[in-house]
């Protein structure tokens, strides 16, 4: 019968190996990355709040309800 923790101990020295030939990303990759994640959901955010403006300015106009 095999023996559990030889399969757990082969799993962990698997992931360090892997995460040993890993290319992690410099600081300024990391850092331009995120500046882009924040502007992208500023600039969604925005167009999600012009979106829902307008559609309820339409749906008030098309209701008569002001």
Do not use: H
């Not at 923790?5 to 990391?30: G, I, M």
């Amino acid at each position: 019968m095999n023996n559990p923790f030889n399969k757990s101990r082969e799993f962990v020295t698997e992931v360090t190996t892997e995460l040993k030939r890993s290319q992690w990303p410099t600081r300024k990759d990391l850092v331009d990355s995120t500046l882009l994640v924040i502007v992208s959901m500023v600039l969604l955010g925005v167009f999600v709040s012009l979106a829902d403006l307008v559609f309820q300015k339409v749906v008030q106009m098309l209701t008569g309800s002001v």
